[in-house]
């Protein structure tokens, strides 16, 4: 029968032909991630590094704007390590807070309280049920020595804050 | 909206094209709270408003960015926060985003299309009217009616009246002058009358005497002129003479 197909075809001159055609999308995202204000470390004392204003230092602002409400959420984590740093031969304790600092809509005050923790608290997870833009801080501190109070070598230390908005 | 307010000049050729404010709502999550921010407009409307309810919400910062369609800042009246319930506004501000229209009005660049040429500025005189000023207000203000027109009134009035009384004595004087004129004349009338009586016997007494005749007679019976009196007159010389004599 296999044959007799191919006979067939033969005779007819019949040849077979096909195209792949490709079908295009961009999706823009709904959702943008800004850095409002920059974030740096004040040193109260030898072994503290913090953002903390009464410290000299400066709580970093992150703005997320969203046009389509219920449909991300965003993650933000305060720092657990230095990104550049001098060589560190002894522990480096981290502590941090990550706040709503202000919105563009009184419907978004219950994000706080709505938020979850991940990753041993360090980051904190907001369901942006509403569209509109919103204002996170991020606190750090960072204590050299293990509870010891060591103090920290010199040189510039540098940490990251990360925020990301994820569909959901 | 004056130029303190905004921070910039206000003049014609800014327009507003957004508002951003901020504020932070003080409150407790059960309490009733709405916060309205807006400007009005020049009918007592508002030219944008925005209004936040925070009942049953967190209090917490607030941002909000409100587009406005270009609006000239002419249009634009007091601005405001106003809040209902219980709760309160802290650190409050309100950035107004702008554009300027340089050209708006044709004389501000030479570079605008119909540039017309500034108009010299024209000093404003202010005219002092009396009537206006305090002073004169003080001095001439109506203590009593001395020397005022009410008063000069009533003191007409009394004048009349006296002059009334007066014209009225007068006038009875004079009647009474007259009922005693009549009352001569009367008297004198009737002498008269009875004079003329008298005197009349004597109008038809006959005189004794005889009638005096004319008994001047002209000699030649004839007057003639005399010719050299009017060959005399017939001359101006005598005449001109006069006229000179005067000026001598």
Sequence with gaps: MRKLALLLSLILGVTSAYAGTNINGNVESRCTVNTDTAGYYGNPNAYTLTTLPASAGQVPIIRIDTSLATAYKAQISYPTSFSSSPSLGDTVVWTGAVAVDQTSSSDMSGYQAASTTADGGAMRIYPLTVAGATWFSVASVATYGGGQQKAFPGGSYTAVVVAECIAQ | ?248
């Design chain 2, 1 to 248: 909206m004056n130029t303190p307010t905004l921070g910039v000049s206000a003049e014609t050729g800014l327009d507003i094209s957004g508002v951003i404010y901020n504020y932070t709502a003080v409150k407790d999550l059960e309490d009733d709270f709405t916060v309205t921010v807006g400007n009005e407009d020049l009918d007592g409307g508002y030219i944008w408003k925005d209004t936040e309810d925070w009942s049953g919400k967190y209090g917490m910062k607030l941002r909000k960015f409100i587009p406005i369609p270009y609006t000239p800042i002419e249009l634009f009246g007091k601005g405001s926060i106003a809040t209902t319930g219980k709760g309160s506004v802290e650190d409050a501000s309100v950035i107004y985003m702008y554009r300027w229209d340089l050209c708006r009005n044709a004389q501000n660049d030479k570079s605008c299309p119909n540039y017309i040429p500034p108009l010299p500025v024209i000093p404003v005189i202010e005219i002092y009217d009396a009537l206006e000023d305090e002073f004169v207000k003080d001095a001439t203000k109506e203590t009593d009616d001395v020397g005022t027109d009410k008063d000069e009134d009533t003191r007409e009035t009394e004048e009349e009246e006296e002059e009334k009384e007066r014209l009225e004595i007068a006038m009875a004087a004079s009647e009474n002058a007259l009922t005693i004129a009549n009352t001569a004349s009367q008297a004198s009338l009737l002498l008269r009358i009875n004079n003329a009586t008298n005197v009349s016997s004597y109008y038809v007494a006959q005189i004794q005497g005889g009638v005096y005749r004319e008994s001047i007679a002209l000699q030649g019976g004839e007057i003639v002129d005399n010719r050299k009196a009017l060959r005399s007159l017939a001359q101006d010389n005598l005449m001109n003479d006069m006229i000179q004599e005067q000026y001598k």
